[in-house]
């Protein structure tokens, strides 16, 4: 089995300030990493995901996260964030055998400060 | 190309009924989930379903219960509803098996249970 934890769950930050949304997992087998954003009333968006490979990761919206097996870390970043960005971001993790679920962290609420 | 497709949007139900959501997955999308977020839990893996089979299915009661159609469609069922099964219920599909391609969320179901 595995979990997410979220360390954080609420964020403030200044308009085109740096942002760091900390996620940590646990589990006995390998896993697949992923985060995703939700907007008011709306579903979840997949801003990123890891499956393998490089450990810094880049997705949409100019977010980008790294993958630290040694930490079991999996913490997302932006250089400069926008209002736009106000949202929920739940960090996920799935096992690489065959088990479909995602397991979802309880997520972080970042609000920017215009 | 069209989303995932929830409906209806909103549903409020009387205690001890039952109810049946609908989602259409993308087209060509064949695996189909359901996810439950509440404030209390937040997001927890229902069932999932790849040509109309349930390949995993979460912790949850008898009383949830889903199916998947030839073309893909899914329902969710939950019989003698409680109050505590007010919540949004999330579809989500995929290209193929494999949380690793990707879910594609849709803006969900919010129930409310009086």
């Known amino acids: 089995a595995q979990s997410v934890t979220q360390l954080d769950s609420q964020v403030p930050v200044f308009e085109e300030a740096p942002v760091e949304l900390r996620c940590n997992y646990s589990s006995s087998v390998s896993v697949y990493l992923f985060w995703y954003v939700q907007y008011p009333n709306q579903g979840l968006q997949l801003l990123l995901k890891?499956?393998?490979?490089?450990?810094l990761v880049k997705g949409i919206n100019g977010f980008e996260a790294e993958f630290n097996k040694s930490q079991t870390s999996f913490h997302l970043r932006k250089p400069s964030v926008h209002i736009s960005d106000t949202a929920e971001y739940f960090c996920a993790v799935s096992d690489r055998f065959g088990n479909e679920k995602l397991t979802f962290g309880t997520g972080t609420r970042l609000t920017i400060i215009p | 190309k069209a989303g995932v497709t929830q409906t209806p949007r909103y549903l409020i139900k009387t205690r001890g009924q039952q109810v049946t959501l609908s989602c259409s997955p993308i087209s060509g999308h064949r695996s189909v989930s359901w996810y439950q977020q509440t404030p209390g839990q937040g997001l927890q893996f229902l069932f999932e379903?790849?040509?109309?089979?349930?390949?995993n299915k979460g912790n949850f009661p008898g009383r949830f219960s889903g199916r998947q159609f030839s073309n893909s469609r899914s329902e969710m069922n939950v019989s003698t509803l409680e109050l505590g099964d007010s919540a949004l219920y999330l579809c989500?599909?995929?290209?193929?098996?494999?949380?690793?391609?990707?879910?594609?969320f849709g803006s969900g179901t919010r129930l409310t249970v009086v």
């Open positions: 890891y499956l393998s490979g490089s450990t």
């Open positions: 989500a599909s995929s290209l193929s098996q494999g949380v690793s391609v990707g879910y594609t």
């Open positions: 379903y790849f040509s109309e089979t349930q390949r």
